[in-house]
């Protein structure tokens, strides 16, 4: 999944995929180990999905503190 497609989906979207991602992340650790894992790149894929929809969701976190702060400065300013 790349990033301008994350960025697309609202926060509860990212949040399920999210969820569904480290869920399938497990069951390819479980294959690993057990040695039936057949396609090692996918755990790097799933790994690099779930830090980028980590990184967008921090990034709107970090947004909504940022307008927050800058509506609190224009009241103190009022």
């Given at each position: ?6 960025r697309?989906l609202s926060?509860?979207?990212i949040?399920?995929?999210?969820g569904?991602?480290?869920e ?7 294959q690993?180990?057990s ?13 690099r999905?779930?830090a980028?929809?980590?990184?967008v969701?921090?990034e709107r976190?970090?947004e909504?503190?940022?307008?927050k702060s800058?509506l609190?400065?224009?009241e103190v300013?009022?």
């Amino acid at each position: 999944m790349r990033v301008d497609e994350i960025r697309q989906l609202s926060y509860e979207e990212i949040q399920q995929r999210l969820g569904d991602a480290r869920e399938e992340l497990f069951n390819l650790r479980f294959q690993w180990s057990s040695g039936q894992l057949r396609d090692n790149n996918r755990l790097t894929q799933v790994k690099r999905d779930i830090a980028r929809m980590l990184t967008v969701s921090r990034e709107r976190e970090l947004e909504l503190e940022w307008e927050k702060s800058e509506l609190e400065e224009e009241e103190v300013a009022v």
